[in-house]
């Protein structure tokens, strides 16, 4: 295949890709919150959440060379929807890695409380404008300074979602320039708050 060939059918693989993963973000907002897709939290495991969340962005952040700290408790057990919230925490932790530099890291590390277990997920990456932070979690909403970068604006409107409907919340605080850092409370019981 001539080399103008090749190029052409490597960008219309890649068109496709985002088109597919645009589709299937919508299709699953579309479902959650017609209630066709119900989020039911159970006694699950935070390190095995942390784990595989972990493990579905490594390959990314391995690429841009991002050093990944996580410290947490193992024993930690506490009341979500693993496959859903599993969802919810690869996006943040995708955007996590999409908007840290090469050579940056990324932090994730758990606090407990009575009613809650706090998952933090801390980077050092462009950061969010302190009049934009209540906006990221808006579908489709992406500020004008990451338009360089992929996406649609529908990871952390999902993520908040899940998280909502699984009796949690999650916070965010940032520094243009030098980072954020993002808090999913989980529930300690089945009891939603």
């Given at each position: 295949?001539p080399?103008?060939?090749r190029?052409?059918?490597n960008?219309i693989?890649?068109q496709?890709?985002k ?9 699953k907002t ?5 209630g066709?897709?119900s989020?039911?939290?159970q006694?699950?495991?935070v390190?095995?959440?942390i784990?595989?969340?972990v493990h579905a962005?490594?390959t990314k952040?391995?690429?841009?060379n ?9 024993n ?9 919230t599993?969802?919810a ?8 890695v999409k908007y840290?530099?090469t ?5 994730i590390?758990?606090t407990g409380?009575?009613?809650?277990t706090?998952i933090n997920?801390?980077?050092n990456?462009?950061g969010?404008?302190?009049g ?6 808006q ?5 004008p ?14 993520a ?8 949690g ?5 940032s ?8 808090w999913?409370?989980l529930?300690n019981s089945?009891?939603?708050?």
């Amino acid at each position: 295949m001539p080399e103008q060939a090749r190029k052409l059918v490597n960008e219309i693989a890649s068109q496709s890709g985002k088109l597919s993963f645009l589709i299937q973000a919508l299709v699953k907002t579309s479902r959650l919150e017609t209630g066709i897709i119900s989020v039911n939290p159970q006694p699950s495991s935070v390190a095995e959440l942390i784990t595989t969340s972990v493990h579905a962005i490594k390959t990314k952040a391995d690429e841009k060379n991002i050093t990944l700290n996580i410290k947490f408790n193992r024993n930690i057990e506490t009341c979500f929807d693993l496959k859903w919230t599993e969802e919810a925490m690869i996006n943040i932790l995708d955007n996590a890695v999409k908007y840290t530099p090469t050579g940056g890291t990324i932090s994730i590390s758990t606090t407990g409380y009575e009613l809650f277990t706090r998952i933090n997920i801390e980077d050092n990456g462009i950061g969010i404008e302190k009049g934009e932070v209540n906006r990221i979690f808006q579908r489709f909403y992406r500020s004008p300074k990451v338009s360089r970068y992929e996406g649609v604006g529908i990871g952390l409107y999902l993520a908040r979602e899940i998280i909502t409907a699984g009796g949690g919340y999650i916070k965010v605080a940032s520094e243009p320039g030098k980072g954020s850092v993002f808090w999913v409370f989980l529930p300690n019981s089945k009891e939603k708050t």
